[in-house]
């Protein structure tokens, strides 16, 4: 059996200093978390974090660029995950949307409001990548190339 982390995206979107996070179900109780989750067969990371996205929160969004690339796992016994942890703006909030399974509300908080949550982070990389962000790291989209359903001759 061949070894392989589980790949997730995630999104920092950020308005008038505040960053949406939704507040999920999850074995630990409620937690925070940026919108995130895990990209599907026969999508590409950017239609995974848009999906990822809308189903979480209701809004429209459109990633700008990549924060960072984050490996993390809980314990030596746990899942390992390689999140690609994006930044973007949203718009066209649709409030009559349910949110995903396990979704129990979405909040705008600040970073320090998110800091004296720690507690209730889904994983320390949800600080880190407010932190990453704040520091202004930014890196371009056209990093990411996907060669999907290519036919060769």
């Excluded at 409030?95 to 396990?102: M, N, V």
């Excluded at 970073?111 to 962000?133: K, T």
């Excluded at 202004?136 to 999907?148: E, T, V, Y």
Aim: charged share 25%; proline share 6%; glycine share 4%.
């Amino acid at each position: 059996m061949v070894w392989k982390p589980h790949v997730t995206v995630a999104a920092i979107i950020e308005q008038d200093r505040r960053f949406l996070l939704v507040e999920e179900e999850t074995p630990y109780g409620l937690q925070f978390n940026q919108p995130a989750g895990h990209f599907e067969e026969n999508e590409d990371l950017i239609a995974a974090v848009k999906r990822e996205v809308r189903e979480e929160t209701a809004w429209q969004f459109e990633p700008e660029a990549i924060v960072s690339l984050q490996l993390w796992r809980r314990n030596p016994q746990s899942t390992t995950f390689l999140r690609v942890l994006f930044t973007g703006s949203c718009h066209s909030h649709d409030p009559t949307q349910p949110l995903d399974t396990g979704i129990v509300a979405t909040h705008w908080l600040t970073r320090d409001e998110i800091a004296a949550q720690a507690h209730r982070l889904r994983s320390p990389l949800v600080l880190l990548g407010v932190d990453e962000y704040m520091q202004g790291q930014r890196h371009p989209l056209a990093l990411l190339k996907s060669f999907l359903d290519l036919d060769h001759e």
